[in-house]
């Protein structure tokens, strides 16, 4: 027996002997047979006893066990039980404990489901999560707000928000959603190393439901790839407009030259005539390469796929090709096998045309350039190798970019677009294929386009 009720049946017990003690000494001076009279109060003694033990048991036990039950419930130990069916009382008690136990059960286990979803949402958010309480101490960080802008969780947590968030703009829109009590939008730029990260930070201040501000909701976008489409927009733009100044500027030069009158010349005439055709060409070009690109952009474009022949393409296309070649003193060599592909026809001769014209146009005369197509892995390769001036290294990555060219005046000059390998790269992509190059400055260039069969 052990607990507080045991410890009050073990003083009853005491005091009924204590007073069962006294009420003999009292009587012992009026009864002359002692034993009989010990033998009475005993036999009391141990009657009360029994009684006192039986009403312990029936009715202090299952009250002392039921609150002990309860006490472990308390605790959070929701598999704690109960039973006592000696009587329909506590049969009843029991059943009651036991039930509520099982629903708290369900209840926390529901809540931790809940509370697991919530975090795993919470942490597989694509934008970054600050909650702030009124204070301004930092409650929760997700995983992508530390991903982005580092440290760990135990940094922030139980921080005040201008100790740990360095960004000034991270900092203005807290304080003003709490000036404001109202939300608040902005951007700023982050750097990540020596990369630049833009990002549109949204501040809501969180309203309980007496309409008292309890804290700071942060959320932030990372918005760098928006921003990257919107700068190359506005280069695109600059870069058109540029390429378009120099002819336009040119053709309008030499025809007010003409208007001036001086046509007598006969020599000058037509040579300032030949430099608006040249010039009005280029502008033709760069239009045509320029619709080429919108509509291989477009959403709607669909590839044309024909059966091709790989020799049957190059002999069509040999012509023009070998034009330029023997006019530049260059030897131009091929090897294709006999093999058939499906792909865009038209696409397919634009980009074996714009390669080997690149490799033309940067190999100086007396030089080699190869075309070659064969197959390989399962993959139509196109391969145009050249002896030229080669790319350096730092330009590589950048010669697939629209208006891109290592040697501007040289390529200018060249009667290039710097559109070209962009077009070609977009058809490529456009086939599901993948475009190599591997070039080195003063010695060659080679470029591979490596086509599914
Ligand atoms: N085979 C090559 N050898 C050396 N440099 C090359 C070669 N091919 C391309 N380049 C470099 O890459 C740049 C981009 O090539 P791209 O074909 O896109 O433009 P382009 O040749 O200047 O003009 P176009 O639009 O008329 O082709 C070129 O300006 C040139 O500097
Ligand atoms: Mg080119």
Do not use: W
């Amino acid at each position: 027996m052990k607990g507080p009720f045991s410890k009050v049946l073990l003083s009853y017990i005491v005091g009924l002997f204590i007073i069962v003690l006294i009420a003999g000494l009292i009587i012992s001076t009026f009864v002359e047979n002692i034993i009989f009279l010990i033998a009475v109060l005993f036999i009391v003694f141990f009657s009360v006893c029994l009684l006192f033990i039986r009403i312990y048991n029936n009715y202090i036990l299952p009250i002392e066990k039921a609150s002990n039950t309860i006490k472990e419930i308390g605790k959070g130990n929701y598999h704690a039980r109960f039973h006592y069916t000696r009587n329909p009382l506590h049969n009843e008690l029991s059943t009651n404990i036991n039930k509520l136990a099982r629903e708290l059960t369900e209840f926390s286990l529901q809540e931790q489901i809940q509370s697991e979803q919530l975090s795993t949402l919470i942490d597989n958010m694509a934008s970054g999560l600050v909650l702030l309480d009124e204070r301004g101490y930092i409650h929760l960080v997700n995983r992508k707000f530390i991903d982005l802008f580092g440290k760990t969780e135990k940094d922030y947590v139980g921080s005040l928000y201008y100790n740990v968030l360095e960004d000034e703009t991270i900092q203005e829109t807290i304080q003003k959603v709490f000036l404001y009590e109202g939300r608040v939008k902005d951007t700023f730029k982050h750097y990540v190393g020596i990369e630049n990260m833009y990002f549109e930070i949204s501040g809501a201040p969180i309203i309980n439901e007496r309409n008292i501000p309890k804290g700071v909701v942060l959320v932030l976008h990372d918005i760098t790839e928006l921003k990257k489409l919107e700068s190359m927009r506005k280069d695109f733009v600059a870069n058109v407009s540029h390429e378009l100044r120099t002819p336009i500027t040119s053709i309008k030069g030499f025809s007010e030259t003409l208007l001036d009158g001086n046509l007598d010349d006969k020599e000058a005439v037509s040579q300032f005539l030949e430099i608006i055709y040249h010039e009005s060409n280029r502008i033709q070009i760069l239009i045509e390469d320029l619709l080429s690109l919108s509509r291989l952009e477009s959403d709607n474009f669909k590839l044309v796929l024909h059966k091709i022949n790989a020799l049957e393409l190059v002999e069509s296309l040999m012509p023009a090709l070998t034009y330029k070649a023997e006019r530049k003193d260059i030897s131009f060599t091929t090897e294709v096998e006999d093999i058939q592909f499906k792909a865009d026809k038209d696409r397919i001769t634009q980009v074996i045309i714009n390669l080997v014209n690149n490799a033309l146009n940067y190999t100086p005369a007396r030089g080699d350039v190869s075309l070659r197509i064969y197959k390989e892995d399962e993959l139509v390769k196109i391969e145009v190798c050249d002896t030229g001036i080669g790319i350096p290294e730092k330009d590589l990555p950048r010669v697939f970019e629209r208006f891109y060219r290592v040697d501007k005046a040289r390529a200018r000059d060249s009667g290039g677009t710097g559109l070209g390998l962009a077009i070609v790269k977009h058809i490529v992509e456009v086939h599901e294929g993948e475009i190599l190059i591997d070039s080195e400055a003063d010695q060659g260039t080679t470029i591979t386009v490596c086509l599914p069969a």
